[in-house]
């Protein structure tokens, strides 16, 4: 009778250390998962490298497991911080990620352990004395397997570790946690209907018998595993019932599911890398949509072994081909086939590398909640991997169920092994996902490429992990940009951030919306009489860069001061500082001091700007009050009168009101960093819109730079929306997070893709110029890259948010 130990293939679980039902024994990691799709052809390569250097580094068999986990609506849960306004924002990204695909791919390996002398340990024969065997035995009744001595557990961990410094140094993983461990094995029954409930501080349990000094090289201690901790977790009744296709019908508490088992057949000869009939661990199932699971055996040969069976199979394949020419029928095309192939991988096995061989069986579960919709997804499977052929074997179907449970042995189904190369292995990027963005962020949108995934940005974690803050968000006019930026404002501030919003147009919504109604206050910044000295950098610029932001934006108003000028004004501006001065006035008035003609042609120059329009924001006639705290926990800040040049002119022909324009923004952004500057514990968001202006000049940019680098400091976010990347080079280094929406040129797009480190092929380059209504491309903290939609379910949002009076919205930020 086969027990519950030999079905699953584990009778005990220590750590990360798994044991089969006899002498087996494995280590479990945790693969991290690789961001693929956008990756040039250099970088996909690369990681096919490292896959295929860990079929090198394992030596000994191994398991690898591609499973995924559910991360849909039911586990997306936020602090609310009592605000009812933030909880009906949950509950309608909770709507929204109901009908998305919420799994991602995780994936594991278990690498099989020995000895330095090469023996497997786990289920090594212990020499017990008589007394304690006997102990044992009235313990355990019909059990054949030896219990675990505490020596053979020391020596498994040094194995172990032995492993793990070995695999560390060719790919990303981790030692796996028990808990992951009891997630794979409850969820293979409700694989396709539910996701299962772990149990906190669950542990494999075992028996510890201490035995008399002496008696046995176990130091003293032996563990008999009581096994049914693991059996229980996936045991379910499974049906096969020979009047319907090949299949399971599983009976859990959750309900009945039914699923497919499939095999691999024989595989593409040379398959297009890359692409997807190389990568069959990934592109395949990605795109899928439903919960594919995948496993691979594999039976690890050393090279001399390898090429000791090659070399035999050459001479078989030899002598067939001998025979056949010598009949009257002559040599067939297989046998030749079969001599070419036979001469090829010998000497592939011959390369410098001196690879391994595999012989491995990999195979799929599908999962559904109905036999019908269960054929749907096999055969958009078979679709999806076209001419790879995928048997489904009647009869062992069951047995192949317990091949998808993380197991010590290496799997017992033998029908449908292949040879396959460690570079066919790594081909197959088992670790390739589309993972983007922050898991414990707020719903931004979902991804475009595969199967639509939910995409979560956290606007806190640049300050919490002392990373850049700035979040660049670029586009062409209609694209998106400003919109995303609103709605990220917009979820940070129900969340309980507080935020600034420069809004020089004036078009954001923000006083559009009901519920922010008392906690929303407008700044507006006019050239009127009444607004004399509102932004006087003298006044409103922080300590540490308040003479740098004034003789920057004097400067900024004069066209092409002479050198004389510029010494002149720093001179006036440093002794105003100094001296305790906190009026552009009063530096005007020090500059009619300084000897020479410089200072005071200089500061004739500036008392005719200084009452001209929007110039009257930065010259205080007297000594101004210092600038307020924020009271409300939005500030809109307006400025009407901006005349703002089209992008791309130069700045030699600037009028004097577009001069005076692109100055005050840098005023506004100084002002901002003020505003954000109190209480560092409370996070802040600051949206800087139409930045191109401030990037376009090294004055702005050295504005930017400052208000990025303290804000950070000051646990703010800063998002930079702005129409042009040709000039962010010098703050690239500053942005932490890009979402680069639709372009005008491919010039344009070439230079956006090259930010983002993506390779600008023609595909993608059209691509990106075709994009519109909130589709862009994302680049997170970790440097990740995907194809996402920005994406709010709530048309009442959009409609306050959409920057064109005479159409309104669709929820992925499109005109309708």
């Known amino acids: 009778m086969t027990s519950p130990a030999d079905l699953i293939g584990l009778r005990y679980a220590r750590a990360n250390l798994l044991f089969g039902p006899g002498s087996e024994s494995s280590a479990l990691y945790r693969l991290d998962g690789v961001n693929f799709p956008l990756r040039s052809t250099g970088e996909k390569w690369a990681v096919q490298g490292q896959l295929e250097h860990l079929a090198h580094a394992v030596q000994a068999d191994f398991s690898l497991w591609r499973v995924y986990?559910?991360?849909?609506?039911?586990?997306?849960?936020?602090?609310?911080h009592g605000s009812p306004e933030f909880a009906q924002l949950l509950r309608q990204h909770r709507d929204a990620l109901d009908g998305l695909d919420g799994r991602q791919p995780e994936v594991y390996l278990a690498v099989a352990l020995r000895t330095r002398a090469g023996r497997k340990l786990g289920g090594a024969m212990l020499h017990a004395a008589d007394h304690a065997r006997a102990r044992l035995t009235a313990l355990v009744t019909t059990k054949t397997t030896a219990p675990i001595a505490g020596s053979e557990l020391a020596a498994l961990a040094e194995a172990e570790t032995r492993l793990f410094e070995r695999l560390t140094g060719v790919v990303g993983l981790r030692r796996a946690h028990t808990q992951e461990l009891e997630w794979l094995l409850r969820r293979a029954p409700l694989r396709g209907i539910a996701e299962p409930k772990v149990e906190d501080g669950w542990q494999p349990d075992a028996l510890v018998i201490t035995t008399p000094d002496g008696d046995v090289d176990c130091d003293g201690v032996l563990y008999e595993p009581?096994?049914?901790?693991?059996?229980?977790?996936?045991?379910?009744?499974?049906?096969?019932?020979?009047?319907?296709?090949?299949?399971?019908?599983?009976?859990?508490?959750?309900?009945?599911?039914?699923?497919?088992?499939?095999?691999?057949?024989?595989?593409?000869?040379?398959?297009?890398f890359p692409g997807p009939a190389a990568e069959l661990l990934h592109a395949p199932l990605d795109g899928l949509g439903v919960p594919v699971d995948a496993v691979v055996h594999a039976r690890w040969l050393g090279n001399r072994e390898a090429l000791g069976q090659v070399r035999k199979r050459i001479v078989d394949v030899e002598q067939v081909y001998r025979d056949q020419l010598e009949s009257s029928q002559g040599a067939g095309w297989q046998a030749d086939d079969d001599r070419t192939l036979a001469r090829e991988y010998e000497q592939v096995l011959q390369t410098g590398a001196r690879p391994p061989m595999l012989y491995a069986t990999l195979s799929l579960a599908v999962g559904a909640?109905?036999?019908?919709?269960?054929?749907?997804?096999?055969?958009?499977?078979?679709?999806?991997?076209?001419?790879?052929?995928?048997?489904?074997?009647?009869?062992?179907?069951?047995?192949?169920?317990?091949?998808?449970?993380?197991?010590?042995?290496?799997?017992?189904?033998?029908?449908?092994?292949?040879?396959?190369?460690?570079?066919?292995?790594?081909?197959?990027?088992?670790?390739?996902?589309?993972?983007?963005g922050d898991p414990g962020g707020l719903y931004l949108g979902y991804t475009t490429t595969g199967a639509r995934r939910p995409v979560f940005y956290d606007a806190t974690a640049p300050s919490r992990e002392s990373r850049a803050s700035a979040v660049m968000l670029a586009g062409t006019l209609g694209s998106g940009k400003t919109l995303a930026a609103q709605l990220i404002a917009h979820s940070a501030l129900l969340r309980g951030s507080l935020v600034v919003d420069f809004d020089p147009k004036p078009d954001h919504g923000w006083t559009n919306l009901p519920e922010l109604a008392g906690r929303v206050g407008v700044l507006e910044l006019t050239g009127a009489a009444d607004q004399q000295g509102r932004l006087d950098p003298m006044a409103i610029g922080l300590s540490e860069m308040r003479e740098e932001l004034t003789v920057s934006y004097l400067l900024e108003l004069l066209r092409d001061p002479p050198a004389s000028w510029e010494h002149a004004i720093a001179r006036a501006v440093r002794d105003t500082a100094r001296d305790g001065g906190r009026s552009t006035r009063m530096v005007i008035d020090r500059l009619r001091t300084l000897d020479g003609d410089a200072g005071r042609e200089a500061a004739d120059a500036l008392e005719v700007i200084a009452d001209v329009g929007l110039a009257r924001l930065g010259f205080a006639t007297t000594h101004p009050?210092?600038?307020?705290?924020?009271?409300?926990?939005?500030?809109?800040?307006?400025?009407?009168?901006?005349?703002?040049?089209?992008?791309?002119?130069?700045?030699?022909?600037?009028?004097?009101?577009?001069?005076?324009?692109?100055?005050?923004?840098?005023?506004?952004?100084?002002?901002?960093?003020?505003?954000?500057?109190?209480?560092?514990?409370?996070?802040?968001?600051?949206?800087?819109d139409e930045a191109w202006f401030l990037l376009a000049s090294a004055q702005g940019r050295a504005v930017i730079n400052r208000l990025v680098r303290l804000a950070r400091a000051y646990n703010a976010t800063v998002l930079l929306v702005t129409q042009r990347l040709d000039d962010v080079e010098g703050t690239r280094d500053l942005v932490g997070t890009w979402l680069v929406f639709g372009q005008d040129a491919d010039t344009e797009a070439t230079h956006a893709l090259d930010l983002l480190g993506i390779e600008a092929t023609p595909a993608r380059v059209a691509s990106l110029r075709a994009a519109r209504a909130g589709r862009c491309v994302m680049r997170d903290l970790q440097g990740r890259v995907a194809e996402v939609q920005v994406h709010c379910p709530d048309p009442a949002l959009l409609d306050a948010f959409n920057t064109s009076p005479t159409t309104t919205t669709d929820t992925d930020g499109g005109e309708r």
Do not use: N
Request: with cysteine; proline share 7%; glycine share 8%.
């Open 369 to 436: 909640p109905t036999r019908e919709e269960l054929e749907r997804r096999v055969e958009a499977v078979r679709g999806r991997y076209g001419d790879v052929q995928l048997y489904r074997p009647r009869g062992l179907q069951e047995a192949l169920f317990y091949e998808h449970l993380p197991r010590a042995d290496g799997g017992r189904v033998r029908e449908y092994v292949q040879q396959v190369t460690a570079q066919q292995f790594g081909a197959m990027v088992p670790t390739a996902t589309t993972l983007i």
């Open 226 to 272: 009581l096994g049914w901790d693991l059996w229980r977790l996936p045991a379910c009744p499974l049906l096969e019932d020979p009047e319907q296709p090949p299949s399971l019908a599983i009976e859990t508490e959750t309900g009945t599911g039914f699923q497919a088992l499939l095999v691999m057949g024989a595989l593409g000869e040379q398959p297009v």
């Open 69 to 80: 986990r559910a991360t849909g609506a039911d586990e997306y849960q936020r602090a609310s």
């Open 625 to 688: 009050d210092q600038a307020a705290p924020v009271q409300l926990q939005l500030t809109t800040i307006r400025t009407p009168g901006l005349t703002l040049p089209e992008p791309g002119v130069s700045r030699e022909t600037y009028t004097r009101a577009e001069r005076i324009s692109v100055a005050t923004l840098s005023l506004v952004a100084a002002l901002a960093l003020r505003l954000v500057s109190g209480d560092r514990s409370r996070h802040k968001v600051v949206l800087l």
